[in-house]
């Protein structure tokens, strides 16, 4: 299996920025997508920005001209840079990946890094 490690999440400001980092680790894999997904409370999880691995990139709407995803393929890392955080960016980030394990397909979730943004 792949696992995925978040790290980056914190309390901040409204107006101040955070970046989120995920590192995915495991033997004899091949990553896809890498994105990054939140639930705030009381709602789904919705998709914030995705990343393939041929660097094309996909926003929410919600979040497009603030937030910008990157990728280091060689370091098996997604960052998520967040800019003009506003308090409806609060919620729970986490990060996903698919690909292959050799021949198998996986499909990983971290285990979530906690953003709140105070007003």
């Known amino acids: 299996q792949v696992q995925l490690v978040e790290s980056g999440g914190g309390l901040v400001q409204a107006g101040g920025s955070l970046r989120l980092s995920c590192v995915a680790s495991?033997?004899?894999?091949?990553?896809?997508?890498m994105g990054w997904y939140r639930q705030a409370p009381g709602k789904q999880r919705e998709l914030v920005a995705i990343?393939?691995?041929?660097?094309?990139?996909n926003y929410a709407d919600s979040v497009k001209g603030r937030f910008t995803i990157s990728r280091d393929n060689a370091k098996n890392t997604v960052y998520l840079e967040m800019n003009t955080l506003t308090p409806e960016d609060t919620a729970v980030y986490y990060c996903?990946?698919?690909?292959?394990?050799?021949?198998?397909?996986?499909?990983?979730w971290g285990q979530g890094t906690q953003v709140t943004v105070s007003s």
């Open positions: 990343t393939s691995s041929a660097g094309t990139t």
């Open positions: 495991g033997r004899l894999f091949r990553i896809n997508d």
């Open positions: 996903h990946a698919d690909g292959k394990v050799t021949l198998f397909p996986f499909d990983s």
